[in-house]
């Protein structure tokens, strides 16, 4: 699993670029860094790039073979040093305040020349409140000030959480309760809205910022269309080609069942008031994903992958 071969069909012609992934996190703003990682892994490789991982024992599996994977834990940066030898750029995903600096005084003994972090919707709040409560924004400036190139990434909710359950909002009971019961109990079931981006897209995006100059010292906000509730599951029950049943729930009953499935109430509160919030003030929220520049679409140069297309490729974990 150490061992390190390079992709006979794309010779690799740069350093190496070390992924940190952890195992999911039910914390407000946590993306799903398994999913995400294993998509950049594949879009590095393609480029010719060469790929590590340091990842948390329940995500050594399934990366590509040429990836060199690491097992070990960016929140314990220590304990596995070596993952940043010979390493030219760095995915930060999954980091920690507590040892963010330590990860980092790692980077800038092997020389790391770029950090691309994925941060959270988020840190533009916290900075209202006093430092020792920040989290996001703390990572965002123990990166900024590690004397290391860096590009911050704050991305919508990844359609693919749902399946590693990072955020409430993408619906991570649905497959369970859509396979066992055909219904969804959602809370702010009619007016409920959420930004989403697809995994490749968010990867696509990230991969940009690694491997080139034109997004150093930024902050790219990675974000999709706002989607309905509803809109989403009519695609989960179009793809199934039978009828989803929906239960709208009181906002109490959806806090209570959140709870009941491990949820903390910092990520339940966030959940509740951007589903009110975006669907309260759709044309704001869709003006301003508009005014984002460069727009995803920008960086990456080709349209976005839309929810739709992610239910197809994924309708399986819904029968």
């Not at 407000?28 to 950049?40: D, K």
């Not at 990844?158 to 649905?174: F, L």
């Not at 009953?253 to 949820?263: D, N």
Request: net charge negative.
């Amino acid at each position: 699993m150490d061992s390190f071969e390079l992709n006979e069909k794309t010779p690799a012609t740069e350093g190496i670029c070390l992924l940190t992934v952890v195992s999911p996190r039910r914390d407000e703003g946590n993306s799903p860094t398994g999913i995400v990682g294993r998509c950049l892994a594949r879009q590095l490789l393609a480029r010719g790039r060469r790929v590590r991982v340091m990842a948390e024992p329940d995500q050594c599996d399934g990366w590509p073979d040429t990836v060199d994977v690491v097992e070990g834990s960016i929140i314990r940066p220590l304990e596995c040093a070596r993952a940043f030898d010979g390493v030219e750029a760095v995915f930060l995903a999954g980091a920690h305040p507590s040892t963010v600096q330590d990860a980092l005084a790692l980077a800038r003994n092997a020389a790391v020349s770029k950090v691309v972090l994925l941060s959270s919707h988020g840190p533009e709040y916290e900075e209202a409140y006093p430092p020792e409560t920040w989290f996001w924004l703390a990572i965002e400036k123990a990166v900024e000030r590690s004397g290391i190139a860096w590009t911050h990434i704050r991305p919508s909710a990844v359609m693919g959480a749902v399946i590693e359950g990072t955020y409430p909002a993408t619906g991570t009971d649905w497959p369970d309760t859509i396979r066992t019961d055909g219904v969804v109990r959602e809370a702010f079931l009619n007016e409920g809205h959420y930004p989403f981006i697809h995994e490749e897209d968010l990867a696509a995006v990230v991969a940009a910022a690694l491997t080139g100059d034109d997004h150093t010292g930024t902050v790219i906000e990675a974000v999709g269309p706002p989607l309905s509730t509803l809109s989403r599951i009519r695609s989960i029950a179009a793809s199934l080609g039978r009828d989803i049943d929906t239960v709208d729930l009181a906002a109490d009953e959806s806090r209570a069942r959140w709870r009941r499935l491990g949820w903390p109430d910092g990520a339940i509160d966030v959940t509740l008031y951007a589903l009110e919030e975006y669907g309260a003030h759709f044309d704001e929220l869709v003006q301003w994903t508009l005014d984002q520049w460069p727009s995803v679409q920008d960086i990456i140069g080709r349209p976005l992958r839309t929810y739709e297309d992610w239910v197809r490729e994924n309708i399986d974990s819904f029968r």
